[in-house]
């Protein structure tokens, strides 16, 4: 009985070890390698990857500035812009009308433009009505999360030799949690550039402090 166990035991550890170093990982490889393999999808890919990476040198020097509820709403429309492309590159090879396209959807891969789409819905409604608070949703929100969310829908969509199974979701989270660990990693180690505080403030809050301070001043003159 014992040995059944340990023998089971082994078996499962074995199966997942090949799983993880070999489906797993080539998987990864795959998506990795996609936009050197399927050229068209760079026409999408830069720009949202020349977003990703100008954010996070922008907020990596200014590390005192946030991202704003309009920027987080900016963010959450690209994501849609993102889903309507993906479902174009789905629907145009079919030849078929919208309607008729709809009916008969045949492609496993249309579940991921639909899944970005109601994301993109979900965090436009946030932004909008600030459902939550502004630290929550200026992370939802963030560039990094937008971008990347974005790419990786882009590498899928657009490499037929990609399914859409478990492995490749899996394989998206890692490649996901790898990415924002590097752009972590650049935040902290762009040197950060802290202006006076007359750069900082515009002419609206230099006349809105002045008038304070003069304010508090009378007070504090009549009181004496």
Not at 27 to 34: H, M, P, T
Not at 82 to 96: C, K, N, Q, T, W
Not at 142 to 169: E, Q, R
């Amino acid at each position: 009985m014992i040995n059944e166990i340990i023998t089971s035991i082994g078996i499962v550890m074995n199966a997942t070890w090949h799983y993880l170093s070999v489906n797993l990982f080539n998987r990864g490889v795959d998506i990795v390698k996609a936009p050197v393999l399927v050229p068209d999808m760079l026409w999408m890919l830069l720009p949202l990857l020349a977003t990703l990476l100008l954010m996070e040198f922008y907020f990596g020097r200014y590390k005192d500035e946030e991202l704003g509820w309009n920027t987080a709403f900016g963010n959450a429309l690209v994501l849609t812009f993102v889903a309507i492309d993906l479902f174009r590159h789905i629907y145009e090879p079919s030849g078929m009308s919208i309607l008729q396209f709809v009916v008969s959807i045949g492609d496993i891969k249309i579940i991921l433009p639909l899944w970005i789409m109601g994301l993109a819905l979900l965090l436009i409604l946030i932004d909008f009505f600030h459902f939550v608070s502004k630290k929550v949703a200026y992370v939802i929100s963030s560039p990094t999360y937008i971008n990347l969310i974005g790419l990786l829908g882009i590498i899928v969509i657009y490499t037929p030799s990609i399914p859409l199974d478990w492995t490749t979701v899996f394989a998206c989270v890692i490649l996901f949690v790898i990415a924002n660990a590097i752009s972590l990693g650049l935040y902290y180690i762009i040197p950060s550039y802290k202006p006076t505080i007359s750069k900082i403030l515009t002419v609206e809050d230099v006349e809105k402090y002045s008038e304070e301070s003069i304010k508090k001043k009378n007070k504090e003159t009549k009181k004496l």
